[in-house]
């Protein structure tokens, strides 16, 4: 039986020349898993991209957790046990990232090109989420190269009382591939959201497999340059690049979040 968080009679992914605004708004509202663009970035794009990334600084995130490089601040990881803002930590590595950012260069700015992208297909501008008014860091950069656990994202439950100024509806993760593996490390998406009895599951800073069992669930392979839209409410996980040399074998990508508000506005974060 599938669980009852369970939305709608279909779950699948579609691939598209340019999103719309009714695509984001199915990703959103459940009635598509995922759309994607390949190739939104060309390769010559990319190689000019990716030839600033030397001159950003990453941090090994939580080794103990999933093996992950990352440049930027995340909102997840800023939080205290009770779902409260560790702000004294949090402003000063988003200041530093942004400063960071903006010193390396990255020409075109792959963060930029996407939110005017989404801003275009939204037919509105997409705008920083902010707290406090002050605008949240967007355009984390990661490198996942061993996959990650199966978890979920939801800014709700992150963030119980609320965290931005602005109310957010639904939430969508956006990812752009600046680099992808020969084989492997596709996005793995379940029709399951959390509900209280998933806990029992709980393994270490994700969840036992057996949370999503019997639910439906789909791949998504990474594409060189390809803009991938999900909801991160569903349950999801990256999947292990495959077996080869490093430098065949790495996984990076540009991700934000989109949250959609009751005036239909969209705003991002990281």
């Not at 090994?60 to 999933?66: A, F, I, K, L, W």
């Not at 590595?93 to 950012?101: F, G, S, V």
């Not at 190269?145 to 969508?172: K, M, R, W």
């Not at 999503?212 to 996980?237: K, M, S």
Request: with cysteine.
């Amino acid at each position: 039986m599938m669980p009852s968080t369970a939305r709608g009679p279909n779950f699948s992914a579609v691939d598209v020349s340019a999103f719309s605004r009714q695509h984001i708004l199915d990703v959103a509202e459940g009635g598509l898993a995922a759309a994607r663009i390949p190739g939104f970035f060309g390769r010559a794009t990319l190689e000019r991209m990716t030839a600033a990334l030397h001159r950003l600084p990453t941090v090994d995130y939580y080794p103990q957790r999933v093996a992950m490089t990352r440049f930027g601040p995340a909102l997840n990881d800023y939080r205290t046990p009770q779902g409260v803002l560790q702000a004294d930590r949090y402003w000063p590595d988003a200041e530093a990232a942004e400063r960071t950012w903006r010193e390396a260069g990255m020409e075109p700015d792959p963060v930029l090109e996407s939110l005017d992208m989404l801003g275009r297909a939204w037919g509105e501008k997409v705008t920083t989420a902010t707290i406090g008014g002050r605008p949240a860091f967007v355009g984390m950069m990661r490198e996942i190269n061993a996959g990650t656990l199966l978890h979920y994202d939801d800014i709700h439950l992150e963030y119980p009382d609320g965290l931005f100024d602005q109310e957010i509806v639904s939430e969508l993760t956006y990812n752009a591939y600046l680099v992808v593996p020969e084989d492997g490390g596709g996005t793995r998406l379940w029709q399951h959201r959390w509900e209280a009895a998933d806990d029992a599951h709980r393994q270490r800073y994700g969840y036992d497999p057996r949370v999503v069992d019997g639910c439906r669930n789909l791949t998504i392979r990474p594409g060189l340059g390809d803009a991938l839209l999900f909801n991160p409410n569903h349950y999801h996980r990256v999947l292990p690049n495959g077996p080869g040399g490093p430098e065949g074998q790495r996984r990076i990508t540009v991700t934000f979040f989109l949250g959609l508000t009751p005036a239909g506005d969209l705003v991002a974060w990281s």
